[in-house]
Nanobody
Framework: QVQLVESGGGLVQAGESLRLSCAAS????????MAWYRQAPGKQRELVAT???????NYTDSVKGRFTISRDNAKNTVYLQMNSLKPEDTAVYYC?????????WGQGTQVTVSS
């Protein structure tokens, strides 16, 4: 059974930074691509960033240059470093993994950016 546990969310002011962490258990982590999604109130869940097993990354346009996704295979953990945060980044952030064709989500961590 795969489990994903996010942490690191909080309340910050615009321009500040946060680092989210997602610890994975029960999967062959280093073989899996990982992703971060977010969902703002009243909006659909959107893909924020992805990282392949080989470390290649991709970002949605609105966070390029501000967010960085990374992974530590020794710790089975994926990170999302978020800099220059904006009020429009306010959302619940979710960790995402696909293992053996099954999709897994973390419980989510709230990020709130005040103006």
């Amino acid at each position: 059974q795969v489990q994903l546990v996010e942490s690191g969310g909080g309340l910050v002011q615009a321009g500040e930074s946060l680092r989210l962490s997602c610890a994975a258990s029960g999967s062959t982590f280093r073989q899996n691509a990982m992703a971060w999604y977010r969902q703002a109130p009243g909006k659909q869940r959107e893909l924020v960033a992805t990282i392949t097993s080989g470390g290649s990354t991709n970002y949605t346009d609105s966070v390029k240059g501000r967010f960085t996704i990374s992974r530590d295979n020794a710790k089975n953990t994926v990170y999302l470093q978020m800099n220059s945060l904006k009020p429009e980044d306010t959302a619940v952030y979710y960790c995402y993994l696909v293992s053996s064709l099954v999709v897994y989500w973390g419980q989510g961590t709230q990020v709130t950016v005040s103006s």
